[in-house]
Nanobody
Framework: QVQLVESGGGSVQAGGSLRLSCEVS????????LGWFRQAPGKEREVVAA???????TYADSVKGRFSISQDNARSALSLQMNSLKSEDTAMYYC????????????????????WGQGTQVTVSS
């Protein structure tokens, strides 16, 4: 059984930094990507970053140059370093594992196969 547990959220002022971590347990298919998506009240889910089993990362335009995703060799730990945070980054952030053709193409849906964590709140004040 795959489980994803996020940590590291919190409140920060605009321009600040936060680092999110995700502990991954259970077997993840090599064809799956790991990633982070976010959802703010009244807004659609947005995949902000994803990484495949070879370490190739993809970023949403909204975070490119500010966020950095990484994973350990065993794919048991996933991180998201968030710099130069803006108020529009405020959201619940979720760690996810899902098919390459979805998550690594920055698409996620509750109908997809895969796994999600419970989320961690990030609040950026201006």
């Amino acid at each position: 059984q795959v489980q994803l547990v996020e940590s590291g959220g919190g409140s920060v002022q605009a321009g600040g930094s936060l680092r999110l971590s995700c502990e991954v347990s259970g077997y993840i298919y090599r064809s799956f990507c790991l990633g982070w998506f976010r959802q703010a009240p009244g807004k659609e889910r947005e995949v902000v970053a994803a990484i495949d089993d070879e370490g190739r990362a993809t970023y949403a335009d909204s975070v490119k140059g500010r966020f950095s995703i990484s994973q350990d060799n065993a794919r048991s730990a996933l991180s998201l370093q968030m710099n130069s945070l803006k108020s529009e980054d405020t959201a619940m952030y979720y760690c996810a594992a899902g098919p390459y053709e979805r998550l690594c193409r920055l698409v996620v849906s509750s109908a997809d196969s895969g796994y999600w964590g419970q989320g961690t709140q990030v609040t950026v004040s201006s």
